[in-house]
T-cell receptor, first 114, second 111 residues
């Protein structure tokens, strides 16, 4: 498909474990975003990439969270020492042109920390 | 702090019963207000962008309007397939490219 692809779709882990979530944006989209959505809430901004660099990481909650996009396409969100409060749906989005709010979202990775 | 408040939290309509969803915002300089639709288990889907007070956008049965303090999403003669959660988001001056979302309005349209 031509949409944003996220893997895994569902991840269950134990408290304290390390987790990686992957995002394949739409081909040619230079801007990539990570959001987190808890039940009954709207998406919450985590980080924004323009190309390979993180242009804004102000939404990362603490230093256990880190994201990379080494070649300007695929991105990985990494969470160390997971906590139960990290349980949420992690959404990735991409856009062709920056400075627009027209984001194309993937279906998300649901993370459950036991 | 930038805030987006959506009301009502949930809305039930009969098919054909028109209504409006509200999004009020308190921001330090608006650089765009956005409406998204989200179906269960899916990511949000972009609907509209509004930039200035008085602006209106339409798509099928949906019409979005913007004032200096709020936006409305008007739904005319809704159908069951319009059932979804509708999210409002803003981009602000000094806020880089991040969108600040409201909690959404869950719309159910009964046949």
């Amino acid at each position: 498909g031509a949409g944003v692809s996220q893997t895994p779709s569902n991840k269950v882990t134990e408290k304290g474990k390390y987790v990686e979530l992957r995002c394949d944006p739409i081909s040619g989209h230079t801007a990539l975003y990570w959001y987190r959505q808890s039940l009954g809430q709207g998406p919450e901004f985590l980080i924004y990439f323009q190309g390979t660099g993180a242009a804004d990481d102000s939404g990362l909650p603490n230093d256990r969270f880190f994201a990379v996009r080494p070649e300007g396409s695929v991105s990985t969100l990494k969470i160390q020492r997971t906590e139960r409060g990290d349980s949420a749906v992690y959404l990735c989005a991409s856009s062709l042109i920056q400075y627009t709010g027209e984001l194309f979202f993937g279906e998300g990775s649901r993370l459950t920390v036991l | 702090e930038d805030q987006v408040t959506q009301s009502p939290e949930a809305l039930r309509l009969q098919e054909g019963e028109s209504s409006s969803l509200n999004c009020s915002y308190t921001v330090s300089g608006l650089r765009g207000l956005f409406w998204y639709r989200q179906d269960p288990g899916k990511g949000p889907e972009f609907l509209f962008t509004l930039y200035s007070a008085g602006e209106e956008k339409e798509k099928e049965r949906l019409k979005a309007t913007l004032t200096k303090k709020e936006s409305f999403l008007h739904i005319t003669a809704p159908k069951p397939e319009d059932s979804a959660t509708y999210l409002c988001a803003v981009r602000t001056q000094g806020g880089s490219e991040k969108l600040v979302f409201g909690k959404g309005t869950k719309l159910t349209v009964n046949p």
